[in-house]
């Protein structure tokens, strides 16, 4: 299985990305997909979750600003971000698992390589 994520960048605050993490290797359709991002000298944090069915979630920092979707046609998840402030700047990484457990990142079994956010102030 392998995961490609992609769309990060420098941006102002305010402004907005979308990124994309495109699946290979297994049925897309029955993957939890997950974003995790991770700041300098800091842990890998949990950002938001699509279960198969299309429910998702958010962690509290950025609900209301990010929006998790994805097409099971192109096998991709996205990860709409809005406005973006200068403490989301971090490596995104992508990831996907069947465990029912979401916003730990050892639940996860497989791994996209990140893609970094930049938010200037």
């Known amino acids: 299985v392998q995961l490609q994520a992609s769309g990060g960048g420098l941006v102002q605050a305010g402004g907005s990305l979308r990124l994309s993490c495109v699946v290979s290797?297994?049925?897309?359709?029955?993957?939890?997909m997950g974003w995790f991002r991770q700041a300098p000298g800091k842990e890998r944090d949990f950002v938001a979750v699509i279960w198969s069915g299309g429910a998702t979630g958010y962690s509290d920092s950025v609900k209301g600003r990010f929006i998790i979707s994805r097409d099971n046609a192109k096998n991709t998840v996205y990860l709409q971000m809005n406005s973006l402030k200068p403490e989301d700047t971090a490596v995104y990484y992508c990831?996907?698992?069947?465990?029912?457990?979401?916003?730990?990142?050892?639940?996860?079994?497989?791994w996209g390589q990140g893609t970094l956010v930049t938010v200037s102030s």
């Open positions: 290797g297994r049925s897309f359709s029955s993957y939890t």
């Open positions: 990831a996907g698992t069947d465990s029912v457990l979401v916003t730990t990142p050892t639940h996860y079994d497989t």
